[in-house]
């Protein structure tokens, strides 16, 4: 993975698309994301927990007790990846729950299932392999939508937040867990240069893959902050979009309803 420039936005060539630092087509954006977590596949809890010395747990424990999951209830994780959202759902909401994990990556679903089989939980999950943007999913059959660390690789979010909003029943509550913004200026300073420099180095010594975690850095300072991804959300229709900041804005958990 090269480093290029960034060049000026996108209103001149809309159809250009970020790639952590680098302008790219749509195409080529949804080609390399793909690489990326088909490279880290295997590496990838571990690498979960050095880069946030386990912190990523608490937020992911955090986001589940928002959901509240009932057995009753229908769940979709997308960009499910290794399943730590869906296990989690799981644990709480207990077998015959209806859980689908949806990711573009079937190595990572590879994973994911191992793991569960490892849990004993054989048959307690649909992994499905399907893009966000256009989930293989029907209309109107979801009451929770979840998506942890995963709007950000999607090519055209907008597209995704649309999707999400087509597969919820009305009455149906979509929940976002992604980087976002720090709120603290001094606070932001430390963590932009732990995060540039700090975790490409991580990725290479731990999952011998330098540039996947420069990407994974990158694509943090690219994502839409808090406000903004409330105002995307509205846009595609849900209602009460709102947002919870974890460890002071590092991470934050957006939520919205379909009516
Ligand atoms: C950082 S991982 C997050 C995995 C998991 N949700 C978690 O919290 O540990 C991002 C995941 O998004 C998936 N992904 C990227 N682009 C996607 C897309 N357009 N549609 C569905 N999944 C996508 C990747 O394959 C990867 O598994």
Known sequence: MTKAQPKPQNEKNPEREWFGERHVSPEEKTGLVHDVFASVADSYDVMNDFMSAGVHRLWKDRLVRMIRPRSDQV???VAGGTGDIAFRIRA?????????????????LRVGRDRAINRGWMDDFDWVTGNAECLPIPDASVDVYTIAFG????????????????????????????????????LRRIYDAYSYSVIPKIGEIVAK????????????????????????????????????????????IHEGWKY
Not at 231 to 240: I, Q, W
């Open 209 to 252: 893959d330098r540039d996947s975690y420069q990407y994974l850095v990158e694509s943090i300072r690219k994502f839409p902050p808090q406000r903004e991804l409330e105002t995307r959300m509205r846009a595609a229709g849900f209602d009460r979009a709102r947002h919870t900041n974890l460890s002071f804005g590092i991470a934050a």
């Open 75 to 77: 769940f979709l994780d």
């Open 151 to 186: 709007l950000r690789n999607v090519t055209h979010i907008d597209r995704a937040l649309a999707d999400a909003y087509r597969v919820l029943k009305p009455g149906g509550r979509f929940y976002c867990m992604e980087f976002s913004r720090v709120t603290e200026p001094m």
């Open 92 to 108: 709480k909401a207990g077998p015959d729950t209806a859980i689908t994990v949806c990711d573009i990556n079937p190595e990572m």
